[in-house]
């Protein structure tokens, strides 16, 4: 099972637990689709986003991009991007609840919800230091819930930061554990839902849906050039 969810006094609890850094491979976003679309239908008044292990999500399981080949990578980039709308278009207050590292796929499910709350790892977006782009959606969610500045610098850099400093940044809104985010939602259900829904719609209003057809085709050319893997063996020191 690779999504867990509970139920804490209306309050649903969704933890990733998927692999030992909750990597974004195909099965994990289409249980993230399906499980924030069967609550945004649900009786759940709030949603908190956690993680297991050190890791909220370390992000792209980039060893399955490079094994998976051309079909894979062809259906991967529409689910990453349905991942990242499902958490974002959630109409329902939603929490993160940063228990580990958050980087690049991992901070953007993060910036999707509308508050984050922090107790350990590090957080920042390396997509450009792989040699890929992002998806458009992804950098509109950042700008959104980073603000412009904030998400460009971050972008352009590559940084990830600790607690203290993605604070300082802007990128979370509270170092703290899980029964602080739990506290936020809980405080965010105090307005009555349907205003709720309507005005985070209206926040998100123009901000467009999916990536033009050029993402996927850089993502591709980047498995085929070898850059995706030259930066894993840098970092994993794998051959």
């Known amino acids: 099972m690779s999504i867990h969810v509970e139920d804490q006094d209306g309050i649903a609890i969704v933890r990733l637990a998927h692999g030992k850094v909750n990597a974004l491979d195909l099965e994990l976003l289409h249980a993230i689709t399906e499980t924030f679309g069967e609550l945004d239908r649900g009786d759940a008044t709030a949603v908190v986003f956690t993680g297991d292990g050190p890791a909220f ?5 980039l060893w399955r991009i490079l094994d998976g080949g051309a079909a894979y990578g062809q259906e991967f980039l529409p689910a990453l991007e349905a991942a990242f709308l499902a ?10 609840a940063i228990n580990g590292h958050a980087i690049a796929g991992g901070a953007i499910l993060a910036a999707a919800c509308d508050q984050r709350v922090m107790t350990a790892g590090t957080i920042g977006v390396t997509e450009l230091l792989v040699g890929v782009p992002f998806p458009t959606i992804a950098l509109e969610i950042l700008a959104y819930a980073w603000g412009q500045p904030a998400a460009r610098r971050a972008v352009l850099s590559g940084a ?13 809104d509270e170092i703290g554990t899980i029964s602080a985010a739990i506290a936020r939602a809980r405080e965010l259900t105090r307005i009555p839902a349907d205003t ?10 123009g901000i467009p849906g999916p990536a ?12 085929e050039d070898g850059r995706i893997q030259r930066f894993m063996r840098r970092r994993t020191g794998r051959r």
Do not use: C, N, Y
């Open 57 to 61: 999500s370390a992000g792209v399981d």
């Open 87 to 96: 958490v974002f278009g959630l109409g329902k207050p939603t929490v993160a």
């Open 160 to 172: 990830t930061l600790r607690p203290e400093d993605a604070l300082h940044a802007g990128h979370i």
């Open 212 to 223: 033009e057809p050029r993402v996927t085709e850089m993502w591709q050319r980047a498995v």
């Open 196 to 205: 709720f829904r309507l005005t985070k719609a209206q926040l998100h209003a």
